[in-house]
């Protein structure tokens, strides 16, 4: 089990920013919970869940990416239960 296992998209706050980027051209782009929670498939579901039906942006690639949360401009994992 990891922290994307066990978190759901929707028990993220509205205005959490996630960094979406593609494994293989690199390509980055920035989701909102919100902008996510809009997809009816996705609002249950688990962020590695998320992650899998995400793909590239780019019309060209379409290749599977990676996801990460941003916190004062810095990327970081989600730590949870460990206050």
């Not at 296992?5 to 996630?18: F, G, K, N, V, Y």
């Not at 902008?35 to 060209?60: G, H, I, K, N």
């Not at 990676?66 to 004062?72: G, K, N, Q, T, V």
Request: overall charge positive.
């Amino acid at each position: 089990m990891n922290w994307k296992s066990e978190s759901r998209l929707s028990d993220l706050d509205p205005a959490t920013q996630i960094e979406v980027t593609c494994r293989r051209c690199g390509l980055t782009r920035y989701e909102t919970q919100r902008s996510l929670m809009t997809r009816a498939q996705l609002r249950q579901s688990t962020l590695d869940a998320v992650e899998a039906a995400l793909s590239c942006a780019d019309r060209y690639c379409k290749g599977r990416v990676r996801i990460a949360f941003i916190h004062d401009d810095l990327n970081e994992p989600f730590v949870g239960g460990l206050a």
